[in-house]
């Protein structure tokens, strides 16, 4: 028998070896993807709006000494009026004791038993006063003008829900994430949701939503939508409902390339959970993602085959969860916005820069690549929209999401903007 470490459960093999099992649980699933309950729940408005400014919410478990990392950035980049609330989430190593001492003018909330990351942010985001709630994990160290970068986008951006942050990972680590999540595959057995790599001058992108360890939200829509849903328990994929669940309402999430953060990864999750524990809990959530979330029940379907396919070819132990998943449902309501086009937009085919001439009308346009614009065809507009060719669907919600940008803004007369086919010659 393997030594169990300390702190973890003993290792697990997670992976399906009897074909006909494998062949059960798969056939189980796709029945039960049409059988999937639809349970629609009225979608709330926001409350009245708080006081301005900024309520930054830190779960953390046993996280004393990256806490003493991260909070001198935090106070050194929090300017005007905020709070910083930290959620002791089971702590054994006296973070309670040690903030009262060293951060006196921090809130405090104690948990005595862990909690799963929805559940323990959930706890400050009640308790925040402030009209937008900042989520940080406790392994993020911010860079000079987060805060300040993340505050733009919601004077930028109208309607704005969610604005999420670039991360970077200390020097000689594999950048894993970036902080531009779309969904998008890069082969048929990958997950479905990657990072992509920012392009120079990129900004403002739309995305499928924000990191729930690094992104600022508006704090009455969040609310609006209940918070992060428990159910995604212990973590992972409790961001990407939220997101998603908002963009259905038509609050977009954006990328906001100039506010940094270094990511310490999975410092706190894999104290607790082996390396193949963390990957069933990441596809099990995001079998309940589906269930839960995606309204449209042909795109739920699609989706559905593609994942519960993907891990009949993996043979992965998540698989044996899904018929259960898809027959508990969920409490969700069809959104007024297409999915599909929201997906389209949010898929790696979009990327915008921001441009020179703020009195101009933005460009939207296809590109063979996505790539920076020549810089006389970015001062020649206020913003450049690039979509890469064949994705006509892409194209239409790019489109539309400038519009609603773009509409009403001093900046612009509201005319529709530009859209060619292709940049002039030489762009």
Same mark, same amino acid.
């Given at each position: 028998m393997e030594r169990r470490r300390e702190g973890r459960p003993a290792s697990v093999d997670l992976t399906l070896r009897n074909s006909a099992q494998l062949a059960l649980w798969h056939l189980a699933a796709r029945i039960a993807a049409w059988l999937r309950p639809r349970a629609g729940v009225p979608m709330r408005e926001p409350a009245e709006r708080a006081p301005c400014g900024i309520s930054v919410v830190i779960p953390s478990r046993n996280g004393r000494e990256l806490l003493a990392a991260q909070l001198p950035g935090i106070a050194r980049e929090l300017t005007g009026p905020s709070e910083v609330i930290v959620v002791d989430n089971g702590s054994s190593d006296g973070t309670d004791g040690w903030l009262s001492a060293q951060w006196p003018a921090l809130q405090v909330e104690v948990s005595a038993e862990p909690l799963s990351f929805a559940a *323990?942010?959930?706890?400050?985001?009640?308790? =925040?006063?402030?009209?937008?709630?900042?989520?940080?994990?406790?392994?993020?160290?911010?860079?000079? /003008?987060?805060?300040?970068?993340?505050?733009s986008a919601f004077d930028q951006v109208p309607g704005l829900f969610c604005a999420t942050a670039q991360i970077r990972f200390p020097a000689g680590v594999r950048r894993e994430e970036t902080g531009k999540a779309v969904m998008a595959q890069t082969g048929p057995d990958d997950f479905p949701l990657r990072c992509d790599e920012p392009i120079a001058g990129e900004d403002l992108t739309w995305v499928l939503y924000g990191s729930g360890g690094c992104s600022l939200y508006d704090a009455g829509m969040l609310r609006a939508l209940g918070g992060m849903d428990e159910a995604y328990a212990p973590a992972y994929v409790e961001d990407l409902d939220a997101g998603y669940r908002a963009w259905q309402r038509g609050?977009? !999430?954006?990328?906001? =390339?100039? &506010?940094?953060?270094? #990511?310490? #990864?999975?410092?706190? !999750?894999?104290?607790?959970?082996?390396? *193949?524990?963390?990957?069933?809990?990441?596809? !099990?959530?995001?079998?309940?993602?589906? =269930?839960? &979330?995606?309204?449209?029940?042909?795109?739920?379907?699609?989706?559905?085959?593609?994942?519960? /396919?993907?891990?009949?070819?993996?043979?992965?132990?998540?698989?044996? #969860? *899904?018929?259960?998943? &898809?027959?508990? /449902? =969920?409490?969700?309501?069809?959104?007024?916005?297409s999915e599909r086009h929201i997906l389209a937009l949010t898929c790696g085919a979009v990327a915008v820069f921001p441009g020179g001439d703020a009195a101009a009308a933005p460009l939207v346009t296809f590109a063979e690549r996505l790539e920076t614009p020549a810089a006389e065809v970015l001062a020649r507009h206020c913003e450049v929209v690039r979509v890469r060719r064949g994705n006509d669907r892409a194209m239409e919600a790019a489109v539309e999401w400038t519009e609603r940008r773009w509409r009403g803004r001093n900046k612009w007369a509201g005319s529709a903007p530009s859209r060619v086919p292709r940049l002039p010659e030489g762009c």
């Open positions: *323990a942010v959930n706890r400050g985001i009640r308790r =925040a006063r402030y009209a937008h709630v900042c989520l940080l994990n406790n392994d993020m160290l911010l860079e000079p /003008g987060f805060f300040a970068a993340l505050g609050w977009p !999430t954006v990328f906001v =390339a100039g &506010a940094l953060v270094e #990511h310490r #990864h999975r410092a706190t !999750t894999s104290r607790y959970y082996t390396e *193949a524990q963390l990957k069933e809990i990441l596809e !099990t959530n995001y079998l309940r993602f589906l =269930a839960r &979330a995606v309204a449209d029940g042909r795109l739920f379907r699609e989706l559905w085959a593609q994942a519960i /396919g993907r891990l009949r070819r993996r043979r992965d132990g998540a698989l044996r #969860h *899904a018929a259960r998943i &898809a027959l508990a /449902g =969920a409490a969700w309501q069809r959104g007024p916005y």
